[in-house]
């Protein structure tokens, strides 16, 4: 099982969010960089980053800071955050970055979205971000007016066979990870899914592990590593086989 480390940006800076909620910030650094080379000195293969700033809307994005974290450490990059238009995905695979996590668009341009795949083929990951089973889009701060299951295999049927699954309700709030939910979308969609949201210890990343379905082939996780909660070079160790990395995501 895949151990992904996660860096979310806003500014420039290296924060966390409690519950999707833009008004509960922690910042946890000024150099998203050098906090991408300690996970990869702790054998991180995969990072997952996230644009809040173009989540929103912003005038401004972090897609170069994005660029920078895949040249200096090698890792393959996970970009998601105001993936929108044709011209957004011509920049960030020109600035290197391997894998385009969709989202808003993926709701809103279904047809658009089916058309991209079928262009530049396996780069893009669906990601589905929901409370409650509704999908949040717009940085999470508006409704997609559809459900999560819904939503999992349209994106299985548009080509899209990975998922990134999060529990908006769980993130950044350190309480346990939703298992449940996420078995559901891995189960309905037959796609690989990579859960997100709730890892507040090294005990819930054994319990994903061991609870999950067949399908799910990694987790996230943020918060808990930033407070100091999770070993992340231990849990790579224990749980993630380097053979394995380049084939399950």
């Known amino acids: 099982m895949l151990i992904i480390p996660a860096i979310d940006i806003i500014d420039g800076k290296c924060v966390r969010l409690y519950r999707g909620s833009f008004d509960?910030?922690?910042?946890?650094?000024?150099?998203?960089v050098s906090i991408a080379l300690a996970f990869?000195?702790?054998?991180?293969?995969?990072?997952?980053v996230v644009d809040l700033d173009a989540a929103r809307g912003s005038a401004g994005n972090n897609r170069e800071l994005?660029?920078?974290?895949k040249r200096e450490?090698?890792?393959?990059?996970?970009?998601?955050?105001?993936?929108?238009?044709?011209?957004?995905?011509?920049?960030?695979?020109?600035?290197?970055?391997?894998?385009?996590?969709?989202?808003?668009v993926m709701v809103r341009n279904?047809?658009?979205?089916?058309?991209?795949?079928?262009?530049?083929g396996r780069v893009f990951i669906a990601g589905?971000?929901?409370?409650?089973g509704k999908v949040k889009v717009s940085g999470w701060e508006e409704d997609g007016g559809?459900?999560?299951?819904?939503?999992?295999?349209?994106?299985?049927?548009?080509?899209?066979?990975?998922?990134?699954?999060?529990?908006?309700?769980k993130d950044g709030v350190l309480e346990g990870p939703d298992i449940e939910a996420t078995n559901r979308i891995a189960e309905v969609s037959g796609a690989k899914v990579v859960l997100s949201g709730g890892i507040g210890s090294e005990a819930d990343i054994g319990?994903?592990?061991?609870?999950?379905?067949?399908?799910?082939?990694?987790?996230i996780v943020g918060k808990a590593i930033y407070e100091g909660l999770v070993d992340l070079e231990r849990m790579i160790e224990l749980f993630q086989e380097s053979e394995e990395v380049g084939k399950v995501w």
Do not use: F
Not at 66 to 69: E, F, L, Q, S, V
Not at 207 to 219: A, H
């Open 146 to 169: 559809i459900g999560d299951v819904e939503l999992a295999s349209m994106a299985r049927n548009m080509g899209i066979d990975r998922i990134i699954y999060t529990s908006i309700s």
């Open 110 to 120: 279904p047809e658009e979205v089916q058309g991209w795949v079928e262009r530049y």
């Open 128 to 132: 589905i971000d929901a409370r409650n």
């Open 73 to 104: 450490t090698g890792c393959v990059v996970e970009l998601g955050g105001g993936i929108r238009s044709e011209r957004d995905i011509e920049e960030i695979l020109a600035l290197g970055v391997e894998r385009l996590i969709l989202g808003t």
């Open 24 to 32: 509960r910030v922690t910042v946890y650094g000024d150099d998203p």
């Open 40 to 48: 990869a000195e702790a054998g991180a293969r995969y990072i997952h």
């Open 66 to 69: 994005a660029a920078r974290i």
């Open 207 to 219: 319990d994903v592990y061991r609870i999950r379905k067949e399908g799910i082939v990694g987790t």
